[in-house]
């Protein structure tokens, strides 16, 4: 759990972290050690995540002093999460001797995840991603937010379409499990479909084992936010989000992929496994194009 000034609480006692921390939601119930501060990319134009954080990787004393205080305080937690942004760009020096350390003072720990952007799987060779697989790393989240060069270059990813598959094929050869995000209604009114298209095709070379669907919701200060406001970015509406949701499923073609797009966010919460529950989804989302399932309202949506 995290106070308003990013604390981690365990009765009196306070993990350190630098700001606030973000994890993916099934990391809710894992120790969070914040090994680097912010996102070295940090440009993306819909992402307020670590807008006001400088990047900076952690030194060795504050990281040990954080482990410190799980060893004393988090012994029944049995998976770690590195935040922030790209723990996955330390030097391979670095991740090495952390993971090291976690297994010697964290011996409970059986699963270690991180968020991984294209660049810093980039950054790492099949071996050096193998060798922190055997030492514990089970799992990369890495964010696509869409399949569309066109709008990857609108967004300002700083990757394409291309640089992520690629990127994506590297850690399923590493053998670690890859969970993607895509970012439905990224494309604008303008991109919607091809957004969707795209994303779906590309998805489906990247056969990650779990995509995670969340709806885009633009933050005030952020250089789409602004878009919105200054009308140079139309967002689509709810029943466009759905339409795109269908397309997207509709062109995604892998097999035993988890897909989920149950976010506070999205307006029809559904997850199932692609393709065993494939038709059943896009009934679903048939039917609430037909309005015979409510959507989430508006005031109940969130990041
Ligand atoms: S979306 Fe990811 S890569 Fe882009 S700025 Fe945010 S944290 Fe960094």
């Given amino acids: 759990m995290l106070d308003k000034d990013g604390f981690g609480l365990f009765g009196d006692a306070i993990m350190n972290y630098d700001g606030n921390i973000i994890r993916p939601p099934s990391e809710a119930d894992s120790i969070i050690l914040q090994v680097t501060v912010g996102c070295s990319h940090n440009h993306c134009t819909f992402c307020g995540a670590y807008k006001d954080k400088q990047f900076r990787i952690r030194s060795d004393e504050e990281i040990a002093e954080n482990i410190s205080f799980a060893t004393r305080y988090c012994t029944r937690q049995r998976k770690v999460f590195l935040a922030d942004g790209d723990a996955l760009i330390l030097s391979q020096k670095r991740l090495t001797s952390l993971f090291h350390q976690i297994r010697t003072e964290l011996p409970q720990v059986r699963r270690i995840s991180l968020y991984g952007n294209a660049k810093a799987i980039r950054s790492k060779s099949l071996e050096q991603l193998q060798e922190l697989k055997d030492l514990g790393l089970d799992r990369i989240y890495m964010g696509l937010e869409s399949g569309d060069d066109e709008v990857l270059t609108r967004v300002r990813k700083g990757e394409t379409a291309a640089s992520m598959i690629s990127a994506a094929q590297k850690v399923a050869q590493a053998g670690i499990f890859l969970s993607v995000t895509v970012l439905l209604g990224l494309g604008g009114r303008e991109l919607s479909l091809q957004h969707a298209r795209q994303s779906g095709r590309v998805l489906s070379k990247m056969a990650p084992r779990q995509i995670a669907a969340l709806t885009l919701m633009p933050l005030a200060g952020t250089r789409l936010g602004n878009q919105v406001e200054n009308g140079t970015f139309l967002l689509p509406d709810a029943l466009s989000m759905l339409k795109e949701l269908k397309e997207m499923v509709n062109f995604i073609n892998c097999d035993k992929v988890q897909f989920m797009a149950n976010h506070a966010s999205n307006y029809l919460p559904i997850s199932g496994r692609l393709g065993r529950d494939k038709d ?24």
């Fill in 280 to 303: 059943a989804i896009l009934t679903t989302i048939d039917q609430a194009m037909g309005g015979k399932i409510a959507l989430t309202p508006e005031f109940y949506r969130a990041l």
